[in-house]
């Protein structure tokens, strides 16, 4: 069975490189982050896609699991995924094409700010705790990542800067976090 699961990007950023390439960069899981699917909890274990990255799966990027919307692919170099201790980091070198386009702006707006991830589950347990259950996924066959609008997992946030950032420099991702949240505390 295939599943799919949604994430807001954490610490995302979109730049524009020399060659004025659009690159996307993100967390499409993030580790040991409980979400409420309804009947149970899940988590994603540290681990969950090292197999998955090391037999260089071919992963695509997606809009809303779209297949006819690709934006990205691993076995072209478009889409880069690695696996670190936060989860799994994403890099999307978005196309000059209309979908990827329309998709810069919408995020640069704060239209579109969540990740997704579809995939098989190939190792897992459960647990009960206080009358829940919870999904523990320990490993993965890795489908795509996708951009869309209702994510599985909200806990993160996402920035969106044209500037190039030094190492350790995080003063333009919280002016983005302030500004997204005096944004949407204006409607209010």
């Known amino acids: 069975m295939n599943e799919q699961r949604a994430i807001n990007f954490e610490a995302a950023e979109f730049r524009f490189d020399e060659e004025n390439s659009n690159i996307l960069e993100g967390y499409a899981s993030v580790f040991n982050s409980k979400t409420n699917l309804g009947r149970f909890d899940e988590i994603i274990e540290p681990g969950a896609f090292t197999r998955a990255l090391s037999e260089e799966q071919d992963v ?11 934006i990205g692919r691993t076995k072209n170099g478009t889409l880069e995924l690695r696996e670190d201790s ?4 994403s890099r999307i070198t978005l196309p000059d094409t209309q979908d990827g386009r329309d998709l810069a702006t919408l ?4 239209t579109l700010d969540a990740m997704s991830f579809g995939f098989s589950v190939k190792g897992d347990r459960w647990e009960k705790n206080e009358g829940r259950n919870t999904r523990h996924i320990s490993d993965v066959d890795l489908y795509d990542v996708s951009i869309v609008a209702y994510p599985a997992y909200a806990d993160t946030s996402v920035a969106l800067r044209s500037m190039p950032q030094e190492e350790g420099d995080n003063r333009r991702l919280r002016f983005d976090l302030l500004l997204k949240r005096f944004r949407a505390n204006t409607w209010q």
Do not use: C
């Open 60 to 70: 695509r990027a997606l809009i809303d699991h779209d297949s006819g919307r690709i």
């Open 86 to 89: 936060k989860g799994l980091h």
């Open 107 to 110: 995020i640069e707006l704060g």
